[in-house]
């Protein structure tokens, strides 16, 4: 099969530098795989974080607004179209609640297409229920 010992050699030696650049292929796709993963890891670990603490300091003002509407009801309790409107911004803030509450559910992260080809994070699909 082979003509001389040299030929034996090389044909070895090729055969050894590809099994080596196919176990390097493997070897960094999987790394690759592996620092992906990661990232997404952090990726999701910032957003929780973030997430939690925006909700903290959002819900503190809404305790505010929530406490203030409750006492203007009550200083203009004879007002009836002004007793409207604070109920209705007390319900807005409600709302914003609700929100701050699926925001400390995030348990993974999708996104979604937002104005200007932008991506924002999908509430509804991000968190746990």
């Keep these: 099969m082979f003509k001389s010992n040299l030929t034996f050699y090389v044909f070895i030696g090729l055969n050894f530098i590809a099994l080596i650049l196919f176990i390097s292929y493997i070897f960094s ?10 990232i997404e890891n952090a990726n999701l670990r910032a957003i ?5 603490t925006d909700a903290n300091e959002i819900r503190q003002l809404l305790t505010g607004i929530i406490g203030v509407c409750e006492l203007l009801k009550y200083r203009y309790k004879n007002e009836f179209s002004l007793q409207n409107d604070i109920e209705k911004i ?19 992260y999708k996104t979604k297409n937002y104005l200007n080809k932008k991506k924002i994070i999908d509430l509804e699909a991000s968190t746990s229920n």
């Design 90 to 108: 007390k319900t807005q803030s409600l709302k914003i609640n609700e929100i701050i509450e699926k925001m400390l559910k995030i348990t993974n």
């Design 48 to 52: 929780i974080e973030l997430a939690g």
């Design 29 to 38: 796709r999987d790394i690759n795989k592996l620092i992906q993963s990661e």
